[in-house]
């Protein structure tokens, strides 16, 4: 029952962002404008300093990924849609674990672009050790997407929604943003610094376990006006 | 207000009274002279601060789970001392760095992570000022992320950057209190922990008489 | 239609009742002491002008919505008590209406299908049939009428024979004879056991349909008695009195 409900938002997010697109398509233009953007404040004599790569890949993953949050609960805020799956008689966490996988799609796809791009930009060796970068993207955006999910749906019903979101946002999910910069600027160094990428990664997945086991834990209490 | 609240205003006034004496007494440290004296002022105030984080979070959980609006009078309150202590704290820090290590701000872990912690609460008021009706229940739950994450801020931000000088400084002064140090920092200790207890009563008291004011608008209109 | 729900074990009841309910919002006050009976068979009138609080009355009634005081009870038990199975016993039809506009008919109606364990493929088409959508189901719902939506709405709020039907302001923009099809519909439900809950500024179609009139006025029950004609002077003397 947990499980298929989660399935069914998942797949009903999925048949309404196939039809056009659109928060797909303006994610990724906006993450690509932060890469410009922040190349512009690093870039010096066409050279950008060693550890730039990693810190513009995970600013242009959150800045975007708050794009993509506010963007898919305002589709279910438009006709009070998220009022409607909290009336369903399933599990209400398997609400929460159905968008959450939606916005785990989107910043996936996000980093897909993301990352060749910035490798190609800055020639930085970002497909050195392939695994343990795509560990380090999968912990930090499910740690980030964990809280970004639960402030998004609780927000809903708040008229200021759209200035918490990254009030709220920013602050808590720090800890994510250190551990996924560091553990990719580990990465970044010739030879790559495996040891201390898996140390971030630790810290990372640690902190995933918590967030979400959080999340999963106030959900019904947050969503009950 | 409670019974308790007269004789602790007074024991916390005496160690107010005595702490400075006590400060003015200790030896000048070797290295870092008169400066060395924001210690006396600075630890307590992050002392004060994280008690301050750690009432909060207990009062969100049990406003968010239980309802009970005295949990959430408790939470707010704290959040605002969080606030308060925070920021005696993040003023004294670079006093102290700019002669330490002759910069006002060097990203130095314990500041940076006390300030990151200082940050996720003034979202707290935000969101119960600005959120408008229900905000206390999402309030509740960034009091709740903001100490769940706080070991984690403060773990990634020590590997991030360590250049603290004094990272032992504090268990060192008090294994050795020989060095007179340690009874001056304890006393100012306890005194801002008092005084946090008392601004919490306060605030609390004050909360409370605010409710009882919004029930008295209500009970008119019947 | 009928109760073919009730093999699924949720927990069925032929009452709901609020007792001494309030919601507060800060100092705000959306519902004060309200006590209300509907039973199954009944078709209660809620009116009131707007913002006296019926949208908070039927969210308190959907379980969205938790009571600042007082108690909401199905049958003899508290909602808390029954937890997440009780709504499968509620259907509500919101101001809002509860559809995806950028899904097609068809598809709201099996994704909601499905979320309530429905076998869709054998509710769904004859749920558009009933809306008169036959011919749209497969266009997107943003292309739709409002009254189209409003059918459509009201489609999707009653896919699984909810127990309680809750219906907030079910008129708006529905033609004349899709009002007295709608009529009909509350009729029938009411008919077979359902208890039913409607929400309406509009007295003139709440005349004659509803058995039970429920007058709120600033968060306040000042009438709950039987409906009989004449709700108009009668309903005018209740909010013009106070």
């Known amino acids: ?225 | 207000m409670k019974k308790s609240f007269v004789p602790l205003a007074v024991v916390t006034a005496l160690l107010f009274v005595i702490a400075p004496i006590l400060i003015a007494r200790a030896p000048y440290e070797s290295e870092m002279l008169l400066i060395q004296k924001i210690f006396y002022f600075h630890v307590p105030s992050w002392v004060a601060m994280y008690c301050g984080l750690l009432v909060c979070a207990v009062g969100s959980i049990w406003y968010l789970f239980k309802g009970n609006r005295v949990a959430d009078r408790y939470a707010e309150s704290a959040a605002e001392l969080v606030l308060l202590f925070g920021l005696n704290g993040l003023v004294s820090g670079p006093l102290w760095a700019r002669k330490a290590w002759g910069v006002w701000w060097q990203w130095d872990a314990k500041l940076t992570s006390a300030l990151l912690l200082w940050l996720i609460f003034v979202a707290y008021l935000l969101v119960r000022k600005y959120g408008g009706p229900g905000s206390e229940k999402l309030a509740a739950a960034v009091g709740i992320f903001g100490a769940a994450v706080s070991p984690f801020v403060y773990v990634s931000v020590n590997i991030w950057r360590t250049i603290h000088p004094k990272t032992s400084v504090v268990p060192d002064i008090v294994k050795n209190p020989a060095k007179g140090f340690a009874a001056p920092l304890l006393v100012s200790m306890l005194a801002f922990v008092l005084l946090f207890v008392l601004l919490l009563m306060v605030r609390v008291y004050l909360a409370a008489h605010q409710d009882a004011l919004d029930e008295l608008y209500l009970a008119h209109e019947d | 239609m009928s109760f073919d729900g009730a093999q699924d074990g949720s927990p069925d009841f032929d009452s709901v009742r609020l007792v001494d309910a309030s919601r507060h919002f800060g100092r705000r006050r959306a519902l004060t002491k309200v006590s209300l009976t509907a039973r199954a068979g009944d078709i209660v009138g809620l009116l009131g002008p707007n913002g006296a609080g019926k949208s908070t009355l039927i969210g308190l009634l959907s379980t969205i919505v938790a009571p600042t005081s007082g108690e909401v009870r199905f049958g003899n038990q508290l909602s808390r008590e029954l937890g997440a199975a009780l709504r499968q016993r509620i259907g509500l039809l919101a101001h809002e209406l509860y559809v995806y506009p950028e899904l097609s008919a068809r598809q709201n109606l099996t994704f909601f299908a499905q979320l309530y364990g429905l076998n869709a493929d054998a509710v769904v088409t004859p749920a558009l049939e009933r809306a008169g959508l036959g011919d749209r189901g497969d266009d997107d719902v943003a292309g739709f009428s409002r009254g189209m939506r409003q059918r459509l709405a009201l489609e999707r709020a009653l896919l699984h024979h909810p127990r309680l039907v809750l219906f907030d302001e079910p008129f708006t923009g529905l033609d004349d004879s899709a009002v007295r099809v709608v009529s009909d519909r509350l009729r029938r439900l009411a008919g077979d056991g359902s208890i039913v809950v409607v929400a309406t500024h509009d007295l003139d179609l709440a005349d004659g349909l509803v058995t039970r009139v429920a007058v709120i006025r600033e968060g306040r029950l000042i009438a709950d008695e039987q409906a009989s004609t004449g709700l108009r002077a009668r309903y005018r003397s209740a909010i013009g009195g106070a």
Request: contains cysteine; hydrophobic residues 60%.
């Open chain 1, 1 to 225: 029952m947990f499980l298929r409900t989660a399935l069914l938002v998942l797949k009903k997010d999925f048949a309404i962002e196939v039809k056009t697109l659109e928060i797909l398509v303006t994610t990724l233009f906006f993450a690509v404008s932060c890469v410009l953007v922040f190349s512009f404040a690093f870039v010096k004599e066409g050279q950008a300093p060693p550890d730039a790569a990693a810190g513009i890949l995970w600013i242009a993953i959150a800045f975007s990924g708050t794009l993509a949050l506010g963007r898919t609960f305002e589709r279910e805020r438009y006709a009070e849609t998220l009022r409607a799956l909290l009336l369903a008689p399933a599990p209400r966490p398997a609400l929460y674990v159905g968008k959450l996988l939606g916005i785990l799609v989107l910043l996936a796809l996000d980093a897909l672009i993301l990352v060749p791009l910035i490798a190609l930009l800055f020639t930085a060796p970002l497909f050195a050790r392939p695994l343990l970068l795509l560990l380090l993207l999968a912990g930090g955006t499910v740690g980030f997407a964990a809280v970004g999910t639960l402030f998004a749906a609780m927000l809903i019903r708040s008229r200021t929604r759209d200035v918490l979101l990254p009030i709220l946002l920013y602050p808590i999910t720090v800890p994510v943003i250190i551990c996924g910069v560091r553990g990719t600027a580990a990465l970044l160094e010739s030879p790559p610094d495996e040891t201390t990428a898996v140390m971030w990664l630790g810290i990372l997945f640690a902190l995933d376990v918590v967030f979400l086991t959080l999340a999963l834990w106030t959900f019904e209490p947050l969503m009950t006006e």
